[in-house]
């Protein structure tokens, strides 16, 4: 199967590039707006306007450093991560301040106690990759001839900077220095140079030197966000991201039984106020709710519209500067912390019971939620306004036609009419940043993902699982490849009495494949079910079926268990609709031909072909996999007797 994760992660299109699309090479002539480029076929001559986030760069003919897979996120040590985030935050500043000097790269290089001529490599790695990965050290480990500080002198410097200089007494680096070299005559050991001192006095955040010294109000005015207002100055530089739970009774696709409620994940992009992402599911929100909104934010969005039959432009994708994201337990995990250091977006964590904080996101649930009241099987916002409306009687809609309606929504409404704050729509406000104005320059074109399909997998849930000679195991199922072969039964390379475990990532959507990283060619290869007859199913699925089989009492629950139950689930649900059309068509007949026929469905536009649960490349889909059948309180869910669509109650 064809590995991910060998070209560049984002690019940028300009006039004079070379590109390709559908294996046809192309150069760049014009820019004519945010998401199209006129460009002259290099073969033919003809020009022609192409869609920008289809554009590829075309290859070189010579290596570049870029076509050198990175390894994944998670595989960095914490301290070669910590030292790529340190070098990011050393030329932070110079990658703020587009007119920087020779002066002000040399002060902060001062600071980071490197020679000029450092930084600005850094500077020059981090702005043709535009991944931190890329400031971690090539070789791990110290140089040839270093000499490591013994564990009683780095106990001694610690509780020194700890005890001594980290105090409201504000002691110089001298002074800690004399404090140290105090210490370590009395512990007859030879101290350390005064260098390597300073260079672990200058290792501490500066926001902790601040609060630990005495001075917490400078740190909160230095390093805190402004709660009023976010300096957003150009599109994508703040992105803030929430969940609600959507005010509508869903039903599923077949028997459109109510199911219950939605949770909704959305980004706003605050300096234009266009929705940069989504995310539904009936899960509650959790960290891959937040990544797989992230990415799909990140990613171009033409695929994604095509797939569920929307018309209209949706311009928005590129690098995220900052991200805020609620500061509660389950959205944080390492997938989500590494994925978004890797793509050099801030993330700011939100504090609790801080509503201000979220205001601009805050206030577009608000607008959503409103459209949502309009429309069949409704909650409204509190009881007093659905008093006198059955909200699961009148339910009509599945998930993936809700995903729908909020996403032409946003697309051919929200993005179109003017918005109270900002004065204009949303887009003309993002194509401004982007292109500029007769006030303000544009930022450019936003760069693209070279692999969005990459892009998706480093924000997936991960897991490390051993390779068995069937292949690997995740929740009972078991994945194969031929390209487990040669790691299967591997021993740790320090303990052969330890089974190796590798890194694996999945989609919480479709977990008919995993992603195994291949530490040889450091590529993601998908591996599919070991019984490829098996049929694709969600996580959700999955664990509805664990769980069902736990409620039976069922301990001893392998794969088979677990297909057999999902097959015979399957095959009533089949049995179940041709009843239930066998029923309406007799009681059609049974009717008088004067009587009107039923209405259809509020909102049935939805593409039933369309598969919101499949990762294509290029667009991120938003939704996972909906239940198909509701969850009655009974033994057997399938064993009742299935009623005409006349006769449930239910107003189309």
């Given amino acids: 199967m064809s590995a991910t994760g060998i070209a560049p992660q984002f690019f940028a299109i300009d006039v004079n590039s070379v590109v390709t699309l559908e294996d046809k090479r192309y150069r760049v002539t014009h820019l004519i707006s945010v998401d199209t480029a ?81 930084l600005y490599r850094w500077l020059a790695e981090f702005v043709r990759t535009g991944n931190v990965s890329s400031l971690v050290p090539a070789t791990r480990g110290r140089k040839s001839g270093t000499r490591l ?21 504000r002691r110089t680096p001298d002074e800690v220095i004399e404090e140290v070299e105090s210490r370590c005559r009395l512990a007859k050991v030879a101290p350390p140079h005064p260098n390597t001192i300073r260079n672990r006095i200058r290792r501490v955040p500066e926001i902790v030197k601040l609060k630990r010294r005495g001075q917490r109000e400078e740190a909160r005015n230095r390093f805190s966000p402004i709660q009023s207002s976010f300096d957003a100055l150009h599109p994508f530089s703040v992105v803030m991201i929430d969940h609600t739970p959507v005010d509508i009774i869903l039903v599923d696709e077949v028997f459109r039984q109510p199911i219950g409620r939605p949770y909704l994940t959305l980004a706003i992009d605050v300096f234009s106020r266009m929705v940069a992402g989504l995310y539904l599911s009936f899960d509650p929100p ?71 904080y979220g205001g601009h996101i805050e206030r577009l649930m608000g607008t959503t939620m409103r459209e949502v009241h309009k429309w069949p099987g409704t909650t409204f916002s509190n009881p007093q306004k659905r008093k006198g409306y059955d909200s699961e009687a009148e339910s009509a809609m599945t998930l993936l036609e809700l995903e729908v309606e909020l996403v032409d929504f946003f697309v051919n409404k929200y993005h179109l009419r003017p918005h109270k704050s900002i004065g204009v729509p949303p887009i003309k406000k993002w194509e401004r940043g982007i292109t500029g104005s007769d006030d303000e320059p544009g930022v450019g074109l936003m760069p693209i993902p070279g692999d969005p399909v990459r892009l998706q997998i480093d924000f997936m849930p991960l897991s490390t699982r051993t390779i068995q000679r069937y292949g690997i195991q995740w929740d009972k199922i078991t994945y194969y490849d031929p390209v487990l072969d040669s790691y299967i039964n591997a021993c740790e390379p320090d303990d052969e009495d330890e089974k190796q475990k590798y890194l694996v990532r999945r989609d919480p959507r479709d977990i008919s494949k995993i992603y195994f990283y291949d530490p040889k060619s450091s590529l993601y290869v998908p591996l599919p079910y070991r019984n490829i007859g098996y049929p694709a199913m969600s996580l959700y699925e999955l664990n509805e079926i664990r769980k069902r089989l736990a409620d039976e009492g069922i301990r001893d629950v392998d794969e088979s268990l677990i297909f057999e139950r999902l097959e015979r689930h399957r095959r009533r649900v089949a049995e179940a609709v041709m009843k239930s059309k066998t029923a309406r068509r007799a009681q059609a007949r049974s009717h008088s031909s004067a009587k009107a026929a039923p209405k259809q469905p509020a909102i049935s536009r939805a593409p039933t072909t369309a598969s919101a649960n499949k990762l294509v490349t290029g667009s991120v889909p938003a939704t996972v996999t909906t239940p198909t059948s509701a969850r009655p309180e009974v033994d057997d869910i399938f064993a009742q007797q299935i009623k005409p669509f006349e006769e449930l109650g239910m107003r189309r």
Avoid at 326 to 346: C, P, V, Y
Wanted: aromatic share 6%.
């Fill in 286 to 356: 959790n960290s891959a709710s937040v990544s797989l909104c992230l990415a799909n934010a990140m990613c171009p969005k033409r695929d994604y519209l095509a797939t569920l039959g929307i018309p209209g432009s949706w311009p928005v994708w590129g690098k995220i500067a900052t991200v805020h994201v609620d500061n509660a337990k389950e959205f944080q995990s390492i997938a989500l912390e590494r994925g978004a250091q890797q793509h050099g977006i801030d993330l700011q964590w939100r504090p609790p019971a801080t509503p201000n």
């Fill in 149 to 169: 500080l013994t564990p009683e002198l780095e106990a001694i410097m610690d509780s020194v900077i700890e005890e001594f200089y980290l105090h409201k007494q």
């Fill in 38 to 118: 006129l460009a002259v076929d290099l073969e033919s001559g003809e020009s022609s306007r192409l869609p920008i986030e289809l554009l590829r760069l075309a290859a070189t003919t010579k290596d570049s450093p870029q076509s050198k897979p990175p390894r994944d996120l998670t595989l960095y040590s914490a301290e070669e991560w910590k030292e790529g985030q340190r070098r990011l935050q050393a030329i932070k500043g110079l990658l703020e301040n587009p007119k920087r000097t020779r002066e002000d790269a040399q002060k902060m290089a001062e600071a980071a106690g490197v020679h000029v001529a450092t």
